[in-house]
């Protein structure tokens, strides 16, 4: 919910400066002014999370535990 908020909170703060520039005459180019907007802001919550850590696997142990497998579930 703190996350939604946040997004929520980014999408406003953006939202009333782009309206000062808006030229759209329809209903639906506003809604698609605010669903651009909300999806860049979402965006970058995304960029700004934590990248995730690989591990790297020893190829010995990968090779041994597979071989292992083989010996209970020869064919899994």
Not at 48 to 66: F, G, H, N, Y
């Given at each position: 919910?703190?996350?939604v908020e946040d997004v929520l909170q980014d999408f406003w703060k953006s939202l009333f400066p782009a309206l000062r520039?808006?030229?759209?005459?329809?209903e639906?180019?506003?809604l698609s002014l605010c669903r651009e907007i909300a999806r860049r802001r979402a965006?970058?919550?995304i960029r700004k999370l934590p990248k995730l850590?690989?591990?790297?696997l020893d190829?010995?142990?990968?090779r041994e535990a597979v071989?292992?497998?083989a010996q209970t579930m020869p064919f899994a």
């Amino acid at each position: 919910p703190e996350v939604v908020e946040d997004v929520l909170q980014d999408f406003w703060k953006s939202l009333f400066p782009a309206l000062r520039l808006f030229r759209g005459d329809t209903e639906e180019e506003a809604l698609s002014l605010c669903r651009e907007i909300a999806r860049r802001r979402a965006i970058d919550w995304i960029r700004k999370l934590p990248k995730l850590k690989t591990v790297s696997l020893d190829t010995e142990e990968i090779r041994e535990a597979v071989e292992a497998s083989a010996q209970t579930m020869p064919f899994a």
